[in-house]
């Protein structure tokens, strides 16, 4: 029994011009599922969530405080600075949020990316900071004018606080 590939051939031509369209959209769904297994090398891409956001950058008002002791400890004439920050409130996150609005009611629930195993993170929008409300900067030069200058000029640009909320005293 010979196969004739000819006719084979030729009802394969016809039948890829009959659905050409269709093999092409096909072939790229395949490509696009394959595409992650061959481009991540290893490395996984990171999505802003709750818990990158947190790993990345802790704002700690006492970290703040500590640089800024130590900055302000360097300014000439300062001496070993003492620095007491406040904030307005905590720092906090704006979660992306999935809403459905009807007629009678609407719904809103906050927008989660699962990890595997069970574990899922809320994606973050947006990272807020606290607002400063004052601060004290205490240190032997606080008693000389220019000095007191330096450092509320170097306090404001580091919190944003205008000079009228930043008190330098001389200590002991």
């Known amino acids: 029994m010979k196969v004739d590939w000819s006719v084979w051939g030729k009802k394969l031509r016809a039948l890829f011009d009959k659905y050409k369209f269709v093999f092409l959209v ?32 802790e704002f ?8 800024l002791e130590e900055a302000l400890s360097q300014v000439d004439g300062a001496g070993k600075a003492t620095v007491v920050l406040t904030v307005r409130a905590g720092p906090r996150q704006v ?18 990316v699962s990890k595997g195993s069970g574990t899922e993170d809320a994606v973050v929008l947006q990272q807020i900071y606290p607002q400063y409300q004052g601060a004290l900067v205490v240190c032997p030069g606080g008693g000389e004018a220019a000095v ?20 330098v005293c001389k200590s002991k």
């Open 26 to 57: 096909i072939l790229v769904g395949v490509v696009l599922l394959l595409l992650p297994a061959f481009g991540g090398g290893g490395e996984k891409e990171k999505t802003p969530t709750a818990a990158s956001a947190a790993a990345s950058e």
């Open 60 to 67: 700690s008002v006492e970290a703040m405080e500590r640089k």
């Open 95 to 112: 979660l992306a949020q999935d809403g459905k609005q009807s007629d009678k009611e609407s719904t809103s629930s906050t927008v989660v």
């Open 148 to 167: 007191r200058l330096k450092i509320i000029d170097a306090v404001s640009a580091l919190t944003g606080l205008g000079s009228d909320k930043i008190s």
